[in-house]
Every structure is written in structure tokens, then in C-alpha cells.
């Protein structure tokens, strides 16, 4: 069987965290909604899940059991993107707000058909969220 005509779409981003808390609070003050919240035993302690949701982009955020240790856990991941209707206003709204953002303004990329801007606003555990306008 093919993958091609089997699979149905994008289904959810895994991102490890050391403190979930944190980054619940973190993604929900972005717009996104809890979903699921879950616990599992593995490793000799409890891994921690969260289901968040923005739209039809799911997030898992996963606090592993045991101690954190980003060099153990495979795949990271470098940022995810979320478009943005005005990426100027995006950006005032989360400067203003007190996050932390990469860039000192949004940067221009000749990119995609009309180009694109952007910047990143760095997450609680280290990855980044960028916000992103196709022009």
C-alpha cells in the first residue's frame, strides 16, 4: 500500500518540555486551547501530555519522566510556523506583551511568490514559534 491516498493530513507537532506548566500557560496565552490532558507510566516515573489546539494545528507538549535532558530525546525540533493575516500587528501585540522575540523587527525573505516576513518568538523550552506573513 502507498502512503499516497492513504494519509489523510497533518495530525499533531510533538515538543519535549522540563516544566509543562509553564509551556501550557506559554501556548495558551498565544490563542491555542487545551484539548487532552493525560499522564503515562514509563522510564520509572510519569510522563506528562498535553493536547493543545489552534484551529486545525494540534501541539502535543510531553514532560518525560525522569530528568530532562533535551541531548536524550530524538528529533528536536527547530521552530514551527503559524501564519498571520498582518505581521506587524503580530509582532507589536507579543513585543508588547513581554515575549521573548528573536529578531528586533519582522525580516523580509525573497521566498514563496511574493516573498514572506517573519520573526520567532522564543518558547519556554527553548524552541521557536514563528510568525509568519506570505506577501
Do not use: W
Given at each position: 500500500?502507498?502512503?499516497?491516498g492513504n494519509v ?109 516576513r517573519f520573526f ?16
Open positions: 500500500m502507498q502512503l499516497i489523510t493530513g497533518f495530525q499533531h507537532l510533538g515538543v519535549p518540555t522540563p516544566d509543562i506548566e509553564t509551556s501550557v500557560r506559554f501556548y495558551e496565552s498565544i490563542g491555542f486551547r487545551t484539548d487532552v490532558r493525560s499522564e503515562l507510566e514509563e522510564n520509572g516515573g510519569r510522563t506528562r501530555i498535553v493536547f493543545m489546539s489552534f484551529g486545525s494545528f494540534c501541539l502535543e507538549l510531553y514532560q518525560p519522566a525522569g530528568d530532562f535532558n533535551h541531548t536524550r530525546l530524538p528529533g528536536p525540533i527547530n521552530h514551527f510556523t503559524m501564519d498571520v493575516r498582518d505581521i506587524d500587528a503580530a509582532f507589536t501585540y507579543l513585543r508588547d506583551g513581554g515575549y521573548e522575540i528573536i529578531e528586533d523587527a519582522p525580516v523580509s525573505l525573497p521566498i514563496h511568490r511574493g516573498g514572506v520567532n518568538v522564543l518558547g519556554p523550552s527553548g524552541e521557536k514559534v514563528e510568525f509568519n506573513q506570505l506577501m
